[in-house]
């Protein structure tokens, strides 16, 4: 149980172009959901908390007219990187809270296996 | 961002050998850690967590050991095996901040067989 998948696992595409990536719990409801970034050899960034039915959060720093975000319903989160250069190049990682308190602890985050972009 | 590191530290062991993973976290009003297991080109993976409230913790061939006086926080594996290279990140929250975790640089453990 607790899987979180990512869509796609990887993605290469042109600079200036858009690229949408999705977070998807597959067994649980996560009201809330979270996206990181990590460069080679760093460490986790967040960048956004992802609430379901409302507006993200964006962590300092974090443009949110460049990383869209939204969380149409309880298992599905999309992050869409706009006009894309080649400095966006990372590695997007999700994470899903689960919601219920169906013998797991409310506070732990299930991760996706992330997302690997690159930008030409 | 609240966590970055350019070089990640590098602990080497052998096969058998019991691993221990060092971790210091930054605020004092954490209330909730957990232990995160990445390999290479993958998600992190949860390995074990640990509330405020107690200052150690057991699971399958893992310990969590907290010490909140000096912030410091470590995982001993026990009997380190070669599938258990990776690299290893600890991960504070915050408990008013709505979940966000903040995640330490990481430690690259390297088993040598």
């Known amino acids: 149980g607790a899987v979180v998948s990512q869509h796609p696992s990887w993605v290469i595409c042109k600079s200036g172009t858009s690229v949408k990536i999705e977070c998807r719990s597959l067994d649980f409801q996560a009201t809330t959901m979270f996206w990181y970034r990590q460069f080679p050899k760093q460490s986790l960034m967040l960048m956004a908390t992802s609430n379901e039915g409302s507006k993200a959060t964006y962590e300092q720093g974090v443009e949110k007219d460049k990383f869209l975000i939204n969380h149409a319903s309880l298992t599905l989160s999309t992050l869409t990187v706009t006009s894309a250069h080649p400095e966006d190049s990372s590695f997007y990682i999700c994470s899903a809270r689960d919601s219920s308190n169906s013998g797991r602890t409310s506070d732990t985050q299930y991760f996706g296996p992330g997302t690997r972009l690159t930008v030409l | 961002g609240e966590s970055v590191g350019l070089h990640l530290p590098t602990l080497s062991v052998q096969e058998g050998d019991n691993s221990i993973i060092n971790c210091a976290y930054s605020?004092?009003?954490?209330?909730?850690f957990i232990w995160y297991k990445q390999e290479s080109g993958k998600g992190p993976q949860f390995i074990i967590d640990i509330r405020s409230n107690m200052d150690k913790r057991q699971g399958q061939r893992v310990t969590v050991l907290l010490n909140k006086t000096v912030k410091h926080l470590s995982l001993q594996i026990a009997a380190t095996q070669p599938g258990d290279s990776a690299v290893y990140f600890c991960?504070?929250?915050?408990?008013?901040?709505?979940?966000?975790?903040?995640f330490g640089q990481g430690t690259e453990l390297s088993v040598k067989p």
């Open positions: 605020n004092s009003a954490s209330d909730y």
């Open positions: 991960a504070e929250n915050k408990g008013n901040q709505g979940g966000k975790l903040i």
